[in-house]
């Protein structure tokens, strides 16, 4: 019996290792990036090495107006659920008169029931 929880446990350690190798290699056999195509023009191959030329403005205006956009978007999403609450809630509109009756009658009823503590009543 020992024997058998013993390899169950070395196979499910197996198993995640094979799981974790073979996402990586997935991950980099199937992710696409532009901006490894954007630097390979921009580079110079001599006998010491390879040197990158600078960082495209073209890549750096496009990540800018991508996160304009999506400001924008957001901003104006914001906008629309704030709209939205304020019509379903009528936030807009003034209190009827009578929640203004209960509201007043209501402060009343505390005023009469609560007493304020001061250090008289608490004797200090």
Do not use: C, W
Not at 20 to 35: D, E, K, L, M, R
Request: no cysteine.
């Amino acid at each position: 019996m020992n024997q058998a929880t013993s390899f169950l446990k070395n196979l499910r350690q197996i198993l995640t290792v094979f799981l974790v190798v073979i996402s990586f290699f997935a991950i980099q056999a199937f992710g696409y990036s532009s901006t490894l195509q954007a630097h390979a023009g921009n580079t110079v191959t001599t006998p010491e090495g390879t040197y990158y030329k600078g960082v495209p403005d073209s890549d750096v205006n496009d990540l800018t107006n991508k996160a304009n956009r999506s400001a924008d978007r957001t901003g104006q999403n914001a906008k629309s659920a704030v709209d939205n609450i304020r019509e379903k809630l009528n936030l807009d509109e003034p209190l009827p008169r009578s929640t203004k009756n209960f509201l007043q009658s209501t402060k009343e009823k505390v005023e009469d029931t609560v007493k304020p503590m001061t250090r008289n009543n608490e004797g200090y």
